[in-house]
């Protein structure tokens, strides 16, 4: 049974440009959340998707969008690239309407983004 | 605002010591609360959650949570600390779509 994947596994950029992070949830799960966790910082939502729809989202701009697929893997994007936006990007998956503050969420290994 | 505070970034302890990690939480309305744990080269997976009952909860590997309302507290607990619980552990509180975590604890267990 395969956990959360996610591609790829590091990536770089530079300032201005976009990117596309990608996440297939664990078998059986059709909820996936994202967290972008910068260097000594514990993961901060960015949004979490159900049923192909965006139900909850943090506190990040509009810079960041994502999708989620009828099979329930998942896409982060993000426009315009800032240095800032350079952290480590975590997919998490989850069985159920819940919601990431109420169900046990299994998390991917990660995509390692600098931004040059 | 939601927010989760740990008060200690950086934890050393000897094998057989006995663990207790912080956490402090701010959330308007019912909450829920976890633990996530790291080990080095592995993903983030839950340790223990609570969201009613016994205040006193009990995780794997030996791991124990109490909720004290009054103090908005949440803190992890184990009597004796293990080489391989070597990790960083994330508090973290939540409610419907949105967990918040906080800055996490970096144990390191010596021999």
Same mark, same amino acid.
């Given at each position: 049974d395969a956990g959360v994947t996610q591609s790829p596994t590091h990536l770089i950029k530079t300032r201005g440009q976009q990117v596309t992070l990608r996440c297939s949830p664990k078998s059986g799960h059709d909820?996936?959340?994202?967290?972008?966790?910068?260097?000594?910082? &514990?993961? +901060? *939502?960015?949004?979490?998707?159900? $049923?192909?729809?965006?139900?909850?989202?943090?506190?990040?701009?509009?810079?960041?969008? &994502?999708? +989620? *697929?009828?099979?329930?893997?998942? $896409?982060?994007?993000?426009?315009?690239?800032?240095?800032?936006d350079s952290a480590l990007y975590l997919c998490a998956s989850s069985f159920g309407s819940g919601g990431a503050g109420t169900d046990t969420q299994y998390f991917g290994p990660g995509t390692r983004l600098t931004v040059l | 605002a939601q927010s989760v505070s740990q008060h200690n970034h950086h934890v050393i302890l000897s094998e057989a010591a006995s663990l207790e990690l912080g956490c402090n939480y701010s959330y308007g309305g019912t909450v829920n609360l976890f633990w996530y744990v790291q080990y080095p080269g592995q993903h983030l997976q839950l340790l223990l959650k609570y969201f009613s009952g016994d205040p006193l909860v009990k995780g794997i590997k030996g791991f124990e949570a109490e909720f004290i309302k009054s103090k908005f507290s949440f803190n992890l607990r184990k009597p004796s600390v293990q080489w391989s619980d070597t990790a960083e552990?994330?508090?973290?509180?939540?409610?419907?779509?949105?967990?918040t975590f906080g800055t996490g604890t970096q144990l390191k267990v010596e021999l």
């Open positions: 909820t996936v959340s994202w967290y972008q966790q910068a260097l000594g910082q &514990g993961p +901060q *939502f960015i949004f979490q998707y159900y $049923e192909e729809e965006e139900r909850q989202r943090g506190n990040f701009p509009d810079r960041f969008s &994502g999708h +989620q *697929f009828p099979n329930y893997s998942s $896409e982060l994007n993000v426009n315009a690239l800032l240095l800032g | 552990y994330f508090c973290g509180a939540g409610g419907g779509n949105k967990l």
